[in-house]
């Protein structure tokens, strides 16, 4: 099977810009979490969606929002970026009933 | 919510040696501990996991240890090599429900010949 997909894999934005970012899960995956990984705060959980349905909601301000179509396909918006958005977006697939996550290449946002 | 602290940060092993790298949890109900290995530019890859029901897991290499009453779990490298080389994340499951991971803050590991 094909593996996690993100894109696009890399994005220069500028800061009050909003930006979309893109995961398509491993086929058959309904689950699909969102980390932001930088160096000083590490791997940070955003949220996640299972069946279009938001499952679990992290510590991030309300700029920070997703969706998940029908198709299991899952998106996430930052809007009024800051410099401090910038970051490794990484998204994770996982089965409905199991616990792996499974990750994709990531996204990564420079915020100039 | 779930705090999971990660030690040593950095850890440099002649190849061959052993190296173990140490976790600790806060919330008492997480259930499912995952280790992730990410090499520079790549993805994070599961390595090895272990569910609150069982005390030791191995695979080839890599073994992961489980205290659930010192909350605490351990991964364990034996004969390292060059290859081994990376970013180690140990992370626990929130519970609740659904898939949420709260991770360490990540070990250099350094294999060096």
């Known amino acids: 099977k094909a593996g996690v997909t993100q894109t696009p894999r890399y994005l220069i934005k500028t800061r009050g810009q909003q930006v979309t970012l893109s995961c398509s899960p491993i086929?058959?995956?309904?689950?699909v979490s969102w980390y932001q990984q930088t160096p000083g705060q590490g791997l940070q959980f955003l949220f996640e969606y299972f069946s279009e349905t938001q499952r679990n909601k992290g510590n991030f301000p309300g700029r920070f929002s997703g969706r998940q179509f029908s198709n299991s396909r899952s998106e996430m918006n930052v809007s009024t970026l800051e410099l401090g958005d910038s970051a490794l977006y990484l998204c994770a697939s996982t089965l409905a009933g199991q616990e792996t996550q499974y990750f994709g290449p990531g996204t990564r946002l420079l915020v100039l | 919510g779930e705090n999971v602290e990660q030690h040593p940060s950095t850890l440099s092993v002649q190849e061959g040696d052993s190296a173990v790298i140490k976790c600790t949890y806060s919330d008492s109900a997480s259930n499912y501990f995952p280790w992730y290995k990410q090499e520079l530019g790549k993805r994070p890859q599961l390595i090895i996991d272990?569910?609150?029901?069982?005390g030791e897991k191995k695979d080839q290499r890599i073994a992961v240890t489980l205290n659930k009453t010192a909350k605490h779990f351990s991964l364990h490298i034996t004969e390292t090599q060059p290859e081994d080389s990376a970013v180690y994340f140990c992370?626990?499951?929130?519970?609740?429900?659904?898939?949420?991971?709260?991770f360490g803050t990540g070990t250099q590991l350094k294999v060096e010949l």
């Open positions: 272990i569910r609150s029901n069982v």
């Open positions: 086929s058959g995956h309904r689950s």
């Open positions: 992370a626990a499951s929130s519970p609740g429900g659904g898939n949420k991971l709260t």
